[in-house]
């Protein structure tokens, strides 16, 4: 098990408001297709396993 925070918002959908998050470090697509190659090596990004098409991160107002 690898379990921690890896400072990646993977999709879209892992984010509030997406565009806010273009620039930024967390959201770059060499990030994100860095922590695709993780999950492509077959480990589970738990969350996405138990939330496969919704917003985890929305504003509850």
Known sequence: MLAG???VMPTD???YKPERWVDDALF???V???F???TGH???DAIRALH???G???KSH
């Open 5 to 7: 925070d890896y400072n």
């Open 13 to 15: 959908l892992d984010v």
């Open 28 to 30: 770059r697509p060499e």
């Open 32 to 34: 994100r297709e860095a």
């Open 36 to 38: 695709a190659r993780l």
């Open 42 to 44: 077959g480990w589970t």
């Open 52 to 54: 496969p098409s919704e």
């Open 56 to 58: 985890t991160n929305t």
